[in-house]
């Protein structure tokens, strides 16, 4: 997974035209490459068995 | 009865005395309205006061308990609403400009049912504009301020909650949590915050932050507070899909019932690292108290704990961003700063995250139900230090050095992704004279075992007690 900059996340923001301005950008990017860093953390975890949590997120889950 | 008294008396003391004709409604609400407006200037914990409208509601419920009809121990008792819960025909603003003058046509599900409960609404609290903040320090309306240092923030997002409660400018408040917005600002300001079972309390006509994350829930004086008022709110609405039918128990009758035998688990990993010595010290010695009054204390590894934080900011950020989509492209210049940027952010997140972190949470919630076979409660700090100054950005604790706002929800946030019940109540105090919370967390919809526990532990403690000097 690579780094999203600030530059990438403004032309975003462009294409679907919504504004991110100059000075918020680094910051985004550094909070989204922080989120991103943490999903890394368990994108090896296995689970092809469980489906995403919805209504009740305390049930127990059931497996396929 | 006199302010200071007052000041120190609890809803469960204070509704005995109302009663009995010991002490009138209109009295006490007089009292604390005379409060605000001399001392909430230093703490700004208000944005609306219902001042009309709470003196009218007091004489009402003074003249229905004089002709015998009383509701019960929420009677004529004065509390006040975090922003973020609709009022009808009154302002209801998030801490935001953008809904600065916004004023709904209809109550929560939660306000009717305290009005039913004849509850006296003071009025609206400060927060963290749209819930979406762990300082309290970012409102359109300013900065919350710590009633212990007025120098020092209150945790957010319901900071004004915090404040008003533990500065004795209502009895009671009601909170939201998606992160620890309840737990983290009960814990800086020295009081008791209760985050339920996700389903247990209806989230109608409470402005979402995160749909899946959001539970709504009390902040008290004492844990038998919290009992009262999680009674009046808890049950199923047909207005929110997401609230449970499972029955609701008598939550004060089994307060007194003892926790000999009790298994109470502190985690090995993640929840006494990069701590504040004076936290870890009090929160052990808590641990210590419950095993001298009879549970059984032992430490439990929960290493997947450390995936939760991400997880959770994934969808977290994804839901926030996608409700206030509208508003982010139309007046993004009107929200506060650190808001925008936290908004913005979850813009960028990919739907395939977003699944990936929701299907982490099925793999979670199954495996910690699992672990929570071998234990009642789990016990951990609620943050890792105690009240930041207001405009810090960076703190350092246990060595390590953290964002303010990503310390706070430190030890918070996995409940609410899991959806456990989770208690903060006070646990000692810092030689600074901040105080420092405990988090106590059950299995789902037994807020009762959480209750009794926390119940226990300040009956045989005084920490609940100080009052900070304003």
């Known amino acids: ?64 | 009865m006199n302010e200071k008294q007052l000041y120190s008396t609890t809803i469960s003391e204070l509704s005995v005395q109302i009663r009995q004709g010991e002490v009138t409604s209109l009295e006490v609400t007089e009292l604390i309205l005379d409060r605000i407006s001399r001392i909430d200037r230093k703490l700004n914990s208000y944005i609306t006061v219902t001042h009309e409208e709470a003196l009218r509601s007091a004489k009402q419920a003074d003249r229905t308990i004089r002709s015998g009809k009383y509701l019960g121990p929420l009677h004529g008792i004065p509390i006040a609403l975090k922003d973020l819960f609709s009022t009808r025909g009154i302002k209801t603003t998030c801490g935001s400009k953008i809904l600065a003058d916004h004023v709904p046509n209809r109550d929560a599900t939660v306000v009717s049912k305290l009005k039913k409960a004849g509850a006296v609404l003071l009025g609206k609290l400060n927060m963290h504009e749209f819930a979406y903040g762990t300082t309290g320090d970012s409102s359109y309306f300013g900065s919350t301020r710590n009633p212990w240092d007025t120098s020092r923030i209150t945790g957010g997002s319901s900071g004004g909650s915090g404040v008003a409660v533990a500065a004795g400018l209502c009895m009671a408040a009601l909170g939201s949590d998606s992160g620890g917005s309840i737990r983290i600002p009960a814990a800086l300001c020295g009081i008791v915050g209760l985050k339920p079972t996700y389903g247990r309390v209806s989230r109608y006509g409470v402005s979402p932050l995160s749909w899946s994350l959001d539970h709504v829930g009390p902040m008290t004086k004492s844990v038998r507070d919290a009992a009262l008022m999680l009674q009046a709110i808890a049950g199923p609405d047909v207005n929110d899909a997401s609230s449970s039918e499972i029955a609701v128990p008598d939550y004060a009758k089994k307060l007194s019932r003892g926790i000999k035998g009790m298994r109470i688990g502190c985690p090995k990993e993640h929840f006494f690292e990069a701590l504040d010595d004076e936290v870890e010290t009090h929160v052990r010695g808590a641990a210590d108290q419950f095993s001298v009054l009879g549970a059984e204390v032992f430490e439990v590894s929960a290493p997947k704990f450390r995936f939760l934080r991400a997880a959770a900011s994934t969808i977290l950020a994804s839901e926030a961003s996608s409700y206030h989509e509208q508003y982010l492209r139309a007046r993004a210049a009107d929200y506060q700063e650190d808001v925008r940027k936290r908004l913005q952010t979850g813009r960028y997140i990919l739907a395939s995250h977003y699944l990936r972190a929701q299907r982490l949470r099925s793999l979670l919630i199954q495996e910690t139900l699992v672990a929570f076979k071998s234990f009642d409660l789990l016990l951990a700090p609620t943050v890792p230090v105690t009240a930041p100054r207001i405009g810090e950005s960076v703190i350092e604790a246990g060595g390590k050095k953290e964002r303010v706002r990503g310390a706070m929800a430190r030890f918070t946030t996995a409940f609410n992704y899991l959806g456990f019940p989770a208690i903060s109540l006070p646990c000692g105090y810092a030689s600074s004279g901040l105080p420092i919370g405990l988090q106590l967390v059950g299995r789902p919809f037994d807020e009762e075992t959480v209750l009794t526990a926390a119940n226990m532990y300040e009956e045989n403690t005084a920490w609940h007690k100080k009052r900070p000097e304003i």
């Open chain 1, 1 to 64: 997974m690579k780094e999203a900059s600030a530059d990438t996340l403004r032309r975003i923001a462009e294409m679907e035209g919504v504004a991110l301005a100059e000075k918020d950008a680094e910051e985004v990017a550094s909070e989204l490459n922080a989120v991103l860093h943490g999903l890394r953390e368990f994108e090896n975890e296995d689970l092809q068995d469980f489906e995403p949590a919805t209504k009740f997120v305390w049930e127990p889950v059931k497996r396929k």
